[in-house]
């Protein structure tokens, strides 16, 4: 799902850039033709104005001509009007054809030579009206006559054409290159655009499907989620049948294990009171006849039997203490917790107060240390589990030393609480310290009474508060049983054992 | 009207032969003499108890004292006892619970259901004879109604 994702993303990712890229070569594009487009119309304005100048100067020439034509028709100097008007113009417009002639050689040429012409044409239209004016009409009218007037103004309208096809050549060019290139973007926009339709909606596509996958997969997280719960309490039922079920057995077994031993130590009681009456009437008899098979039989019934008798009575009755123990255990996995807020410390000093018979016997202390927290779990069961540790610490103290017992309290960071049960006693060697949990195990020399009961007791109640019970020893030196608890026993099993 | 003790028939409902004759052994030595009515399975003590028909009409005008084991092998004592004491023909006699089990509860259930004594056996034979011949002791101090309709 991770790996997934990422790829999505990656992928998403890669398909909006090439999305931008596209956009960018667009806009790129569009801003060419525009800057094209730009300078075509530049070219266009400058052309305008130079046919409109060209225009100007034939028609200022044309005038001058005309004014001077008029004049030397009918003397009359009011035709002189325009010709006058006409020559001092044509200098702002040659110098106007030079500025739009700009940095085209070829075009400077052709206004220089405009210019000399125009020139020539004002210095024969002077020369003639100076002529007229002088009164040598004739002379005037011959040099009209050369024709020179005449090529002059045909050489500067060759020259004006001259100066406008080329750069209207020019503008041709100019437009077809535009055309081509609005028709290539137009393309690049049209392909571009048809790319990033194509690229955003993969992408959409994408998103989509994993937003599809997403709901797919949180609707699978919300099944299961409700199927927990119930799964969950289902095992929890199972597992607390199998144990109700080890209850019974244990509380069957025990109970039908008894049942015979009560008869056998009832016989055997039964058979002793006969064997002692038997003793009687053979201890009154007197010692005569079959000798030999007197004293035999008096011996069997003397020393024999009554040994006989004690093995069963001692075997009967450690059995019977086993079948007890078994029983307990049993009973106490079925007993209903009861969680109460304890004050361990209080708790710690009553348990303590009763063992104080015991321990001032053997001369040693019992201290109460560190930080002893308010509980919430069931007091009988952490009555029993301090008793059964202390008795054991006390039972197991080494008579070479002091006996000293320490029970300390310490909260943990993840709230557990920590009983340590410290003692300076015989120790435990490390191959038993598991093995001294199990019911009927004991470690080291056997010199004190009981079954092996006592730990498997603790560990048994401590499970069933929620704990966990170890142990830490050096043989010789002492051990320390640590204890580790909630501080608030959950009550979700008792609610299940109540519910199976 | 009541019967004293001596006229009482004693119904003992135990399935274990061995402690149904130290039982008896105990309660004879003890000096009693009453009639011991035996039952090792729980069907046949309450066909006797109730009659064929069931209705514990058969138990009319009998003076019992019933001795009951919990662990029979076909029912519990305790559905006996329930029922001993829920008809009003047999609701009267004592009965004496005598099972091996020591638990709390089922001793409190006992006594809820309306056992007169309830008594651990013991496997130390002595301490088990003791009681016995204790009930004994009960039994001669106790008035044994005749069950009435």
Known sequence: ?500 | MTHDTQSACIVLIEDDEGHARLIEKNIRRSGATNDIIPFTDGTSALAYLFGPDGSGRASMGRALLILLDLNLPDMTGIDILARLKANPCTKRFPVVVLTTTDDRQEIQRCYDLGANVYITKPVNYESFAAAIRKLELLFSVMQIPEAVA
């Open chain 1, 1 to 500: 799902m991770h790996t997934f994702s990422t790829t999505v993303t990656r992928r998403a990712l890669l398909m909006l850039i090439a999305a931008a890229l596209a956009l960018l070569g667009i806009v790129a594009t569009s801003g060419w033709l525009a800057d094209s487009t730009r300078q075509f119309s530049g070219s266009v304005s400058r052309m305008t104005s130079l046919r409109v100048a060209a225009g100007t100067l034939l028609s200022q020439l044309q005038d001058a001509e005309i004014g001077q034509r008029g004049y030397l028709l009918t003397e009359d100097r009011q035709y002189l009007k325009p010709y006058e008007t006409a020559t001092t113009a044509v200098d702002a417009t040659i110098a106007r054809l030079h500025d739009l002639a700009g940095g085209n050689t070829d075009a400077l040429r052709i206004v220089d030579r405009l210019a000399v012409l125009a020139a020539a044409k004002r210095e024969e239209l002077a020369q003639t009206i100076a002529l007229m004016e002088a009164g040598r009409r004739d002379e005037a009218l011959a040099v009209v006559r050369t024709g020179r007037g005449m090529m002059l103004m045909d050489d500067a309208r060759r020259s004006l054409a001259d100066l406008i096809t080329p750069a209207d050549a020019q503008l041709d060019t100019q437009l077809s290159t535009l055309i081509g290139q609005a028709r290539a973007s137009g393309w690049v926009a049209n392909l571009g655009g048809l790319f990033i339709v194509l690229v955003v909606g993969g992408a959409v596509w994408i998103a989509f499907r994993y937003a599809q996958d997403l709901m797919r997969a949180q609707s699978a997280i919300q099944a299961l989620n409700d199927t927990l719960e119930q799964r969950v309490s289902e095992r929890t039922k199972e597992l607390q049948r199998a144990n109700d079920e080890i209850q019974r057995f244990a509380y069957i077994v025990s109970h039908d294990l008894r049942a015979p031993l009560v008869n056998v130590m009832g016989f055997t009681g039964e058979f002793e009171a006969g064997l002692a009456s038997v003793r009687a009437h053979l201890d009154r008899q007197p010692a005569d006849g079959d000798a030999a098979a007197a004293s035999e039989a008096r011996r069997a019934v003397a020393e024999d039997m009554p040994e006989a008798i004690g093995f069963i009575r001692a075997s009967t009755s450690k059995m019977d203490r086993l079948i007890n123990a078994i029983l307990a255990l049993s009973r106490q996995g079925g007993r209903t917790l009861n969680p109460e807020p304890v004050a361990m410390r209080a708790l710690l000093e009553s348990v303590v107060a009763s063992f104080r018979h015991q321990a001032s016997e053997q001369h040693c202390t019992i201290d109460i240390e560190g930080h002893l927290p308010v509980l919430v779990s069931d007091r009988l069961a952490l009555e029993q589990v301090f008793g059964n540790l202390l008795d054991n610490a006390i039972k197991y103290l080494d008579p070479a030393r002091t006996g000293r017992i320490a029970i300390r309290g310490r909260v943990e960071e993840d709230g557990l609480v920590v009983f340590d049960v410290a003692d300076n006693g015989r120790g435990i060697p490390p191959q038993d310290h598991e093995r001294i949990f199990e019911l009927f195990r004991r470690s080291g020399v056997q010199d004190r009474p009981g079954e092996g009961i006592g730990l498997a007791y603790v560990r048994t109640l401590i499970r069933r508060l929620q704990g966990e019970v170890a142990v830490e020893s050096v043989p010789g030196q002492g051990s320390v049983f640590r204890i580790s608890l909630p501080g608030s026993l959950a009550q979700l099993s008792e609610t299940h054992l109540h519910d199976a």
